[in-house]
């Protein structure tokens, strides 16, 4: 089966609704968190105010993400998404209006808790669902799946592209208030039709005993630490790219050059379906964290913004294979009937470590440069590389282990 019948196929399973509600619903997350940012940072004049608000709203979607993700795998992913939904959707507008009335902020930063508590995280729902739908595949359902990852890894980081530079065009044609509401209808629209879709029905109904089936093992925290560590890449490349391009004079370009690492990261992800079924995922995410170790050390002779343009474009090219490879390792690592867990809690250690890569990089830039920050990107390849040697055999064992049966509601 070539890459593009894969693909094709995949779409024939699901169907071009789905494909269209699954990735737009994951658009107003990832504009979640610098929608916060310009919209309390103006409405404030403090950025202070706003950074926290912002890594607020982050912090605790990480934190309840898997609690829904539990009750997703326990009554089905419908119910879950579309309360959800609607209730992110509430949240973003009331955080709106509380922050256009002028409230204090602490109350926009405890707004901005309850809005990340309620956001859904659509992309690691997404991924639950693909394994039911390829079931009837048989033969041809491990090279649907490994291209069904591989798009979700694309789709994840075109949405982190894509809806932040939303935000800023909206922003800039309206307001940051505008950017937030309308995320806030892309959330009310397409998220509850992404709950309403028919696949949501081949997702939960597993009995309470075996919901409670053991998840946190040995192979699954290291996935979860090197899902941290590429969080941490992420925000202490955004922190260093901020700095050098504020002390360039072009402060405006810190987010189109940061979007780079989403578009390198993109191409790479789609292409990783043409990869042999031989290769493992153990030895992609390997293979894939020495790429990152080899892009990301220039960052460290970088001076200028044309040179870090064509660093973290490179850079890209590491990071969507590196995440699809967890994500399918983390797939197989737990039981069928803990995988919404599973995913959100990976997604939810790429939003710890995020926080960490940009708190960390941050207090460096202040003391030694943005070249400080970049240390910190340059860190988090190593010890990922580290990591990915050291997980080899017994990633191993679980990507070679039988292909799990699908429960179906």
């Known amino acids: 089966m070539s890459p593009l019948t894969s693909y094709r196929h995949l779409l024939d399973l699901a169907g071009p609704a789905y494909v269209a509600v ?17 919209l309390v940072s103006t409405a404030t004049d403090s950025y202070g105010t706003g950074g926290l608000a912002a890594g607020a709203l982050a912090v605790s979607n990480a934190a309840g993400s898997p609690i829904a993700g539990a009750v997703a795998d326990r009554v089905g992913q419908r119910p879950v998404v579309l309360v959800q939904s609607l209730a992110g959707a509430v949240a973003m507008v009331a955080l709106v209006l509380l922050t256009l009335g002028g409230q ?31 079931e009837s595949a048989g033969q041809h359902q491990r090279r649907l799946m490994n291209a069904a990852f591989s798009y979700e890894g ?15 065009v909206v922003a800039v044609i309206a307001s940051p208030a505008g950017a937030m509401i309308t995320a806030a209808s892309l959330l009310a629209v397409f998220g509850s039709g992404f709950a309403l879709h028919e696949s949501a029905r081949l997702t939960g109904g597993a009995s309470r005993a075996v919901s409670k089936a053991r998840l ?13 560590l590429i969080g941490v890449l992420f925000g202490a490349t955004q922190t260093g790219t901020t700095a050098l391009a504020e002390k360039a004079g072009e402060p405006g370009l810190a987010g189109l050059i940061h979007a780079l690492l989403g578009v390198g990261s993109v191409i790479a992800g789609l292409a990783t379906v043409i990869l042999p079924e031989r290769i493992g995922h153990e030895r992609r995410v390997l293979g894939s964290a020495v790429a990152l170790v080899a892009f990301s050390w220039p960052l460290l002779l970088v001076d200028s913004l044309t040179g870090l343009v064509a660093v973290v474009l490179l850079l890209g090219f590491g990071v969507a294979p590196y995440m699809i490879g967890v994500f399918s390792l983390g797939e197989r690592a737990v039981p069928q009937s803990r995988v919404g867990t599973a995913m959100t809690l990976l997604a939810g250690a790429t939003g710890i470590g995020y926080a960490v890569g940009s708190s960390v990089a941050g207090r460096l830039v202040d003391v030694d440069g943005y070249t400080a920050a970049f240390g910190v990107t340059v860190a988090a390849t190593i010890l990922g590389l580290l990591l990915a040697a050291i997980g080899q055999r017994a990633w191993q064992r679980t990507a070679s282990a039988p292909e799990p049966v699908a429960a179906v509601a």
């Open 22 to 38: 699954a990735f737009l619903g994951r658009l107003p997350l990832s504009m979640s968190q610098l929608g916060t940012l310009l």
């Open 104 to 134: 204090p902020g602490p109350v926009l930063v405890a707004a901005s808790v309850v809005t990340g508590f309620v956001l859904p995280q659509v992309g690691p729902l997404a991924r639950v669902r693909w394994r039911p739908m390829t």
């Open 154 to 168: 694309a789709a994840d980081e075109a949405s982190f592209v894509i809806g932040p530079a939303l935000v800023g």
């Open 216 to 228: 946190v093992t040995g192979v699954f925290v290291t996935l979860l630490a090197a899902q941290l």
